[in-house]
Nanobody, 117 residues
Framework: QVQLVESGGGLVQAGGSLRLSCAAS?????MGWFRQAPGKEREFVAT????????AYADSVKDRFTISRDNAKNTVYLQMSSLKSEDTAVYYC?????????????WGQGTQVTVSS
């Protein structure tokens, strides 16, 4: 497991943009973002693999969100654009430290994103 520190959440108007960052304290093989809105279950948002840089997105954010990485800084970013009120949630960073597939073994503390309409 590694420690993950998220930053970049906040309040933004609908249609606006926000960028989240997540720095890992150690080696990871893939990292991703999940979110949990009030009264709802945590859901997958996006993931990126260190080797090859392959990405995957939830249908609800495809073409609006972009996940990227900085290998040198061991940091992953989530650029969110055209934000909607339904994007309001606590966003969690997650990482797989050893295996490319399977459950994520490390989680961040979460950062609140609020989109006002």
């Amino acid at each position: 497991q590694v420690q993950l520190v998220e930053s970049g959440g906040g309040l933004v108007q609908a249609g606006g943009s926000l960028r989240l960052s997540c720095a890992a304290s150690g080696r990871t093989v893939s990292m991703g973002w999940f979110r949990q809105a009030p009264g709802k279950e945590r859901e997958f948002v996006a993931t990126i693999y260190w080797i090859g840089g392959a990405t995957a997105y939830a249908d609800s954010v495809k073409d609006r969100f972009t996940i990227s990485r900085d290998n040198a800084k061991n940091t992953v970013y989530l650029q969110m654009s055209s934000l909607k009120s339904e994007d309001t949630a606590v966003y969690y960073c997650a990482a797989r430290s050893n295996k490319v597939i399977g459950p994520y073994d490390s989680w961040g503390q979460g950062t609140q994103v609020t989109v006002s309409s």
